[in-house]
């Protein structure tokens, strides 16, 4: 081969290496997440292991916090885990009532007139009989402007007096509602340092048309009173109040919610209210996550929860002798080998023990092994906390229905009703009192004939998800 003909060739190999480094590489394929512990696939065995459950230290306080993962292992590269967790007060030591610093904050607006009032005023009244001289009461009404009549402890005359200015209240104006927390807090903050346990109590039949109206600042003041040292509950009664407001007072508040259609039921709520602040162990109780570098994200299922970095907290409602509340927790983990036990999630409560005067905390940290081999981690995964992920899963596709609900469009609430149905159906032995609430619903719903059948039926719903989600604070 003479020397041009080497050197054409040469050219040629370089021109077409030339192309070939020209031409993008093809994309690496997408990492394959593991969701052996989220998803059950058609051909797995159902899960049969149980783990021990852990128990958070020191664990001599009035809240016990436990916990397990959903399963020994984790596989390497992306997956996902659950974390379920449970709080329980001890019980109440025996005759041993907390005497309270009280606001009732009523709405006598214009849409209260009639039944409604009367039924307030009389659940007002059985309120006040069972305070006794250690308790104050501050009584607050509010339709556009707001009456204070002052705290006091609950001597027989104050009572007489408290009872005179419940007689005398009269529906008239729009709903203040921040107006009527406002003056609450102010009443009950001169005596936070005297008492354990300071409690407001919110009834409202509406939408809050006065003062703060919209759901973020109504939230915001009560999580600043909250943080104050200040409970709310909010009860919602009657077709037209708000659920979503209610619900997230007490949530950001630390207290009960109420949705109550029938106003008689006002004077059972008001003495269980009484009852929840007499016997409470637990106050400004909160759960923080701390996630170590292996969780990439953290669902909080059902809950409200903020993150900052590392942390993320989780408000929770006071708590009385033998109360409870469930945590789902989902995990979006990328785990690297390692023969050491992975950290997946330190769980920490903090609280006000109520009978020793003082912030308290306990800790629970969630470790799994890691490992490459798929099979094994299907073969230890948790059948307790399978039940629990499962039934927080169906219950998001409940909520969303519930939202459907309200907007009209039946097609898509029942579709969302039945992805439930077959999240459920995946534990149909362990959930088969959550698809027989669900055949109920869905029947109910079907029937509904009016706007006002429909809400009813979303809010019964949307209680129904509150249970499943693992929270005893609604009524």
């Given at each position: ?8 060739s ?9 192309l070939?480094?020209?031409k993008?590489?093809p994309p690496?394929?997408p990492?394959?997440t ?20 852990l ?5 001599d ?6 916990g397990?993962?959903s ?14 967790m ?10 041993h ?5 009280m606001?009732?904050?009523v709405?006598?607006s ?10 307030a ?10 305070l006794t001289?250690?308790d ?12 204070v009549?002052?705290s ?27 107006g009527g927390?406002?003056?609450?807090a102010?009443?009950l ?9 300071s409690r ?6 509406g ?6 109206v ?18 709310v509950?909010?009860?919602?009664v ?8 209610m ?63 590392a942390?993320?907290?989780?408000p ?6 033998e109360?409870?509340?469930r945590?789902?927790?989902?995990l979006t983990?990328?785990a ?12 920490t ?8 005067d ?14 490459e081999?798929a ?15 499962v039934?927080?899963?169906?219950t ?12 009209g ?6 579709g ?14 362990a959930?088969?009192?959550e ?5 109920q619903t ?25 249970k499943?989600?693992?929270?005893n604070n609604?009524?």
């Open positions: 081969m003479n020397r041009t003909l080497l050197l054409l040469a050219a040629g190999l370089l021109a077409l290496g030339a070939s480094l020209g993008p590489a690496p394929p990492p394959v593991d969701t052996s512990h989220t998803v059950a696939r058609p051909d797995d065995q159902p899960a049969t292991a149980v783990l021990p459950l128990v958070a230290q020191p664990s306080g009035a809240l016990t916090l436990t397990k993962l399963g020994t292992y984790v596989q390497t590269g992306d997956s996902e885990a659950f974390a379920w449970e709080l329980k007060a001890r019980p109440v030591e025996a005759q009532r907390v005497p309270v610093n606001a009732l904050v709405d006598r214009g849409s209260m007139s009639g039944q409604k009032l009367a039924d005023k009389r659940a007002a009244t059985e309120l006040v009989n069972r001289p250690e104050r009461l501050a009584l607050i009404h509010y339709g556009t402007d707001v009456k009549i002052p006091r402890l609950v001597t027989s005359e104050v009572r007489a007096e408290l009872l005179a200015s419940i007689d005398g209240i009269q529906d008239d104006g729009s709903t203040n509602i921040s927390l406002t003056e609450a102010s009443a903050r001169g005596h936070l340092s005297q008492f354990r346990v407001a109590i919110l009834l409202s039949d939408q809050p048309t006065a003062g703060l919209t759901e973020p600042e109504l939230f915001q003041l009560t999580r600043r009173l909250r943080d104050e040292g200040i409970t509950s909010a009860l919602g009657g077709e037209d109040f708000q659920a979503s407001l619900r997230g007072m007490a949530e950001q508040g630390g207290g009960f919610s109420g949705f109550l259609n029938d106003s008689s039921r006002l004077a059972e709520v008001f003495s269980r209210e009484l009852d929840q602040a007499t016997s409470t162990v637990a106050r400004r109780v909160e759960l923080r996550l701390t996630l170590p570098p292996s969780v990439r994200d953290v669902e909080v299922m059902g809950l409200p929860s903020t993150r900052e970095g942390v993320v907290k989780v929770l409602y006071d708590l009385s002798g109360q409870s509340v945590v789902v927790v989902k983990l990328r690297s080998a390692t023969s050491e036990a992975l950290p997946l999630l330190d769980a409560v903090h609280y006000l023990d109520v009978a020793r003082m912030m308290a905390e306990s800790t629970l940290p969630l470790k799994a092994q890691v490992t081999d099979a094994l981690v299907r073969a230890h995964l948790d059948r307790d906390v399978r039940v629990h992920a039934r927080a899963l169906g998001q596709q409940m909520r969303a229905a519930v939202e459907e609900m309200k907007r469009n039946r097609k898509g609430a029942v969302l009703l039945g992805n439930a149905r077959k999240l459920f159906g995946s534990s149909a032995a959930l088969s009192g698809l027989a609430e669900l055949d869905e029947a109910a719903y079907g029937r509904a004939s009016n706007d006002g059948d429909v809400r009813r039926e979303s809010l019964n719903l949307y209680k129904k998800t509150m499943n989600f693992g929270e609604a009524y």
